[in-house]
């Protein structure tokens, strides 16, 4: 069973479009959001992560919107590039956890010229 | 720069057979992970470990262990190796402490026949 619910699977934007991810949770132990980005024969990396105590973070192109109450944040990437068609993933976890991630599902984000 | 090799991009290997999947980190982490990857699953972790010879089970452990003799290598053993553990397999090590990020391998793609 998830603990981290992604949505929406795959995604098709236009170069120079904003792409939305979602993704929601429901462990309130869980204290740190992290997004990682995944091109086609790599490993995950760390794109931009961001603490409860901020309800937004930036970082170029990409920004974190949390929302404490509902349980949820979203990555955003504005004026999108072919570079970055890659799948996404959002994850949590606990400072009790070790650093044990929890991901979600993935989404597969195509950005069309 | 991290890096976090594993020992094959690539495996074929047929049920029953006992699967050795390496993983060695350069970077002197304390934690080592072992996900496995598959299609609207994101990734599930299989085993950790925060020390040598140190380790814990993650979300999915059945059918795996693991082996951590020496601090820059985590080893995951398939017992006896069945259709459903074919996946992409990776490894990530985190320094420790506060630090949260994971660094990834490439990942390994095992197909059991």
């Known amino acids: 069973q998830q603990q981290v619910k992604q949505s929406p699977q795959s995604l098709i934007v236009q170069k120079g479009g904003i792409s939305i991810i979602n993704c929601a949770y429901e462990n309130t132990a869980f204290d740190y959001f992290p997004w990682y980005q995944q091109f086609p024969g790599k490993g995950p990396a760390l794109l931009i992560a961001i603490r409860p105590d901020v309800s937004e973070k930036k970082e170029g192109r990409f920004t974190i919107s949390f929302n404490k109450s509902a349980k949820q944040f979203s990555l955003h990437i504005m004026d999108s590039q072919p570079g970055d068609s890659a799948t996404y993933f959002c994850?949590?976890?606990?400072?009790?956890?070790?650093?044990?991630?929890?991901f979600g599902a993935g989404t597969q984000v195509v950005v069309t010229p | 720069d991290v890096k976090v090799t594993q020992s094959s991009r690539y495996l074929v290997k047929r049920t029953g057979e006992k699967v050795f999947l390496e993983c060695v980190q350069d970077m002197d982490h304390e934690n080592m992970f072992w996900y496995r990857q598959d299609p609207g699953l994101g990734l599930r972790l299989i085993y950790f470990?925060?020390?040598?010879?140190?380790?814990e089970k993650g979300d999915i452990p059945e059918g795996y262990s693991v082996s951590r003799e020496k601090k820059e290598r985590f080893s995951l053993i398939l017992e006896s190796a069945s259709t459903n553990q074919t996946s992409m397999y990776l490894c990530?090590?985190?320094?420790?402490?506060?630090?949260?990020?994971?660094?990834f391998g490439p990942g390994t793609r095992l197909l059991v026949l």
């Open positions: 470990s925060y020390d040598v010879k140190m380790k």
């Open positions: 994850a949590a976890s606990g400072t009790d956890s070790w650093g044990k991630l929890q």
């Open positions: 990530a090590s985190r320094p420790g402490g506060i630090t949260e990020t994971q660094y």
